[in-house]
């Protein structure tokens, strides 16, 4: 039983999170720089209470607000997959009317995207990352048993799963709820004219549901402050070190596929020097960086593919507003890398037909994500899910979660802009840049 004052001082710690995340911090930072904080702040803190054995506390009571944020992210992203999926496939038009030019993108689109999966899956069981972190799950297994009865963990266990979570579609498996989205939209895109209400109805839905997805997001400095707070507090300051290697693996997939695009595929296929793509798409990658958000960067990305580099407009046009919904190389690779570093923390062995499964959910899923900062994190529980992995290992990662997002948004916005190159040097399409744009 802790102490009055281990609560009391608890509770003070907790009061003053609350008033610094979201009285103090929104004044001042944008929500990238509040996660920063929260990351950093976590460290701290937890590191503070696990030398000073109040490492129990942090779990039972700072752990509610992870937690919650988990839970949140959980509860929203079949729904979101569900509708983005639809909305994608419909956007794309009949599949019947598509043409040398629809069939062109699709097949590049989704051969780069399993590649990207493949170069994650080679670097994460080549590098290991996790190797080494087994104990954490002895550890954390150890702590469930002992507070099973505490009143945070019941909280956290028993009260927030009863009304945080999604009752429309939460018991059907996620790979049959994306199988039927695809089906769900290239019926709706069959016949326009006669779908265009239900497809404004999902286009309506998808909006909401991506607003949703940033109202939760808003929760996100406070929950990886309590996330990596109780990390650090069961953990040590060895999930640090273990966290360098993961990213350093993930860094080192996109570089790896970033050059596969831009040094090989680019010239290979689309016939042209990588330092005239470099040049000329040079304002769209760095806004890809600082944004983290395909959606946001598009408008560049046509803008420089089209002016820049010398594609046509109606290719362009084309190719990459379904690139920025569909072709998600560096999500992917991503999603495959923290899937197979969580299981080796958590010491569980995914063999062929598991990392098979993740390839395939990896691919699938990469289609259904939003074009929108942090859209990723709530997807990786469908890979996770789909291989049997504890979803509390999205606590593990999410700390670093917003510099590799801003790194796989590079990599996403080069496949779509590389992928334009190609297939318009295939059609025919691929001129010189305009006079004094690059």
């Known amino acids: 039983m802790p102490s009055i004052g281990a609560l009391l001082a608890h509770s003070a710690i907790i009061l003053v999170s609350l008033v610094v995340f979201f009285l103090m911090l929104p004044r001042w930072f944008t929500q990238p720089i509040q996660i920063l904080v929260g990351m950093i702040g976590g460290v701290a803190v937890g590191w503070i209470l696990g030398r000073v054995g109040m490492a129990q506390l942090v779990s039972d009571y700072l752990?509610?607000?992870?937690?919650?944020?988990?839970?949140?992210?959980?509860?929203?992203?079949?729904?979101?997959?569900?509708?983005?999926?639809?909305?994608?496939?419909?956007?794309?038009?009949?599949?019947?009317?598509?043409?040398?030019?629809?069939?062109?993108?699709?097949?590049?689109?989704?051969?780069?995207?399993?590649?990207?999966?493949?170069?994650?899956?080679?670097?994460?069981?080549?590098?290991?990352?996790?190797?080494?972190?087994?104990?954490?799950?002895?550890?954390?297994?150890?702590?469930?048993?002992?507070?099973?009865?505490?009143?945070?963990?019941?909280?956290?266990?028993?009260?927030?799963?009863?009304?945080?979570?999604?009752?429309?579609?939460?018991?059907?498996?996620?790979?049959?709820?994306?199988?039927?989205?695809?089906?769900?939209?290239?019926?709706?895109?069959?016949?326009?004219?006669?779908?265009?209400?239900?497809?404004?109805?999902?286009?309506?839905?998808?909006?909401?549901?991506?607003?949703?997805?940033?109202?939760?997001?808003?929760?996100?400095?406070?929950?990886?402050?309590?996330?990596?707070?109780?990390?650090?507090?069961?953990?040590?300051?060895?999930?640090?070190?273990?966290?360098?290697?993961?990213?350093?693996?993930?860094?080192?997939?996109?570089?790896?596929?970033?050059?596969?695009?831009?040094?090989?595929?680019?010239?290979?296929?689309?016939?042209?020097?990588?330092?005239r793509y470099l040049r000329g798409m040079a304002p769209a990658l760095q806004l890809a960086f600082s944004t983290s958000s395909s959606s946001a960067t598009l408008p560049v990305t046509i803008d420089c593919a089209s002016r820049r580099v010398g594609v046509s407009r109606h290719v362009c046009s084309f190719m990459l507003p379904v690139g920025a919904t569909i072709n998600m190389d560096g999500t992917a690779l991503y999603q495959a890398v923290a899937a197979l570093f969580i299981a080796q923390v958590y010491g569980i062995h995914l063999g062929v037909h598991e990392q098979f499964m993740v390839f395939m959910t990896a691919v699938v899923v990469s289609v259904g994500t939003a074009g929108i900062p942090g859209a990723s994190v709530g997807l990786m529980s469908i890979v996770l899910s789909a291989v049997g992995l504890p979803l509390e290992g999205i606590g593990i990662v999410i700390g670093v979660d917003r510099f590799l997002d801003m790194c796989r948004t590079v990599v996403n916005i080069t496949g779509d802009s590389v992928g334009a190159v190609v297939v318009g040097r295939s059609e025919g399409e691929l001129g010189e840049p305009e006079t004094g744009a690059s």
């Open 63 to 275: 752990g509610i607000f992870g937690t919650l944020f988990i839970l949140l992210l959980k509860m929203v992203i079949v729904p979101l997959v569900f509708v983005s999926i639809v909305c994608g496939v419909a956007g794309i038009g009949d599949v019947r009317r598509l043409g040398s030019l629809g069939v062109k993108t699709l097949v590049f689109y989704f051969c780069t995207t399993g590649i990207a999966v493949l170069v994650g899956l080679i670097c994460v069981n080549a590098l290991k990352p996790g190797i080494g972190q087994e104990h954490v799950r002895q550890e954390e297994t150890a702590a469930d048993e002992e507070v099973a009865l505490s009143t945070g963990m019941k909280i956290q266990q028993k009260v927030l799963p009863e009304f945080v979570h999604n009752p429309i579609m939460a018991q059907q498996p996620i790979l049959a709820v994306i199988f039927f989205a695809l089906l769900l939209g290239a019926a709706l895109a069959s016949d326009a004219e006669k779908t265009a209400p239900a497809l404004r109805f999902f286009q309506a839905m998808d909006h909401a549901m991506v607003t949703l997805v940033l109202w939760i997001m808003l929760l996100a400095p406070m929950g990886v402050f309590a996330l990596m707070g109780n990390a650090i507090a069961t953990m040590g300051l060895d999930y640090i070190a273990s966290l360098a290697k993961y990213v350093f693996t993930v860094v080192f997939g996109l570089m790896l596929h970033f050059a596969l695009l831009v040094f090989v595929i680019l010239p290979l296929l689309g016939r042209i020097s990588p330092m």
